[in-house]
């Protein structure tokens, strides 16, 4: 019942933009903590950006300036917009969803993004 649907994944050259979706169903998104994180090949998994239930934002170092997490609870979704993108950029970028009162945490299938020239 509850699914994460990331999309907006794509080839992308390096300096260009790429904003992925993330759609969320089963969940009263309004009360999740959404976060974005992203897996390249051989690497463990690193978290991106996150935004709170009152739209509070952070982000890791290496996205800040470059990227904007934003959500609409009207549409259950949670965006990821990128630009200035860069190769190490690449990577399958995963959608998550955190309770803010505590309770099971969520992920999506993720959606691979590939920043080549």
């Known amino acids: 019942q509850v699914q994460l649907v990331e999309s907006g994944g794509g080839l992308v050259q390096p300096g260009g933009s790429l904003r992925l979706s993330c759609a969320a169903s089963?969940?009263?998104?309004?009360?999740?903590?959404m976060g974005w994180y992203r897996q390249a090949p051989g690497k463990q998994r690193e978290l991106v950006a996150t935004v709170t239930s009152s739209h509070t934002t952070t982000y890791a170092d290496s996205a800040k300036g470059r990227f904007t997490v934003s959500r609409d609870n009207a549409r259950n979704t949670v965006y990821l917009q990128m630009s200035s993108l860069k190769p190490e950029d690449t990577a399958v970028y995963y959608c998550h969803a955190r309770p803010v009162l505590g309770g099971r945490e969520y992920w999506g299938q993720g959606t691979q993004v590939t920043v080549s020239s």
């Open positions: 089963g969940i009263i998104f309004s009360i999740y903590a």
